[in-house]
T-cell receptor
């Protein structure tokens, strides 16, 4: 399983764009990159998943460079409700991998 | 779709008693489920993987006789914390693997169970 490295914490203000970068140097050819969001006392919630280039959905964008050794989660115009822990995970090849969580990034959005 | 329902959301029990936590897949069949434990300000730690109809696979350091996992049907997995002690107090989360249109497989999580042992 590819190990991931993320910043431990980030601070932002309402209305700003937040970019969280994750390093995964040992990503395998068949691995996908997935980001989860977790609020206190709740289970993680799926945000976005991608394999290469750029993926966008209604809540976020995911940018993946050609070498796929890193990825960046972009949250446009964050609000206070985006304060949470964000986890980057890789390794869905074959569907038999178990999810191993890294430390995640604790994002605090301030008024 | 792909909803996992976890109950109870919180439980308080006396030291020495056992507690059962249920995880149900509501609109899909979950052949594989995972159980995590999370302490305050820490990440999720995988405890075990349960496969329907077979014995669970425990991660290193997790006591299988203390954390009993049963996955008797395609929609239900249970975690029983036996002879609970205060150090077992934690947030327990289940997860199920589901089919994903992108990667082939994805994962959905229960809402978690806050266990407090007094």
């Amino acid at each position: 399983l590819a190990k991931t490295t993320q910043p431990i914490s980030m601070d932002s203000y309402e209305g700003q764009e937040v970019n969280i970068t994750c390093s995964h140097n040992n990503i395998a050819t068949n691995d996908y990159i997935t980001w989860y969001q977790q609020f206190p006392s709740q289970g993680p919630r799926f945000i976005i998943q991608g394999y290469k280039t750029k993926v966008t959905n209604e809540v976020a964008s995911l940018f993946i460079p050609a070498d796929r050794k890193s990825s960046t989660l972009s949250l446009p115009r964050v609000s206070l409700s985006d304060t949470a822990v964000y986890y980057c995970l890789v390794g869905f090849s074959g569907g038999y991998n178990k999810l191993i969580f890294g430390a995640g990034t604790r994002l605090a959005v301030h008024p | 779709g792909a909803v996992v329902s976890q109950h109870p959301s919180w439980v308080i029990c006396k030291s020495g008693t056992s507690v059962k936590i249920e995880c149900r897949s509501l609109d899909f069949q979950a052949t594989t489920m995972f159980w995590y434990r999370q302490f305050p300000k820490q990440s999720l730690m995988l405890m075990a993987t349960s496969n329907e109809g077979s014995k669970a696979t425990y991660e290193q350091g997790v006591e299988k006789d203390k954390f009993l996992i049963n996955h008797a049907s395609l929609t239900l997995s249970t975690l029983t914390v036996t002879s609970a002690h205060p150090e077992d107090s934690s947030f327990y989360i289940c997860s199920a693997r589901v089919h994903s249109t992108a990667s082939g497989y994805g994962y959905t999580f229960g809402s978690g169970t806050r266990l407090t042992v007094v």
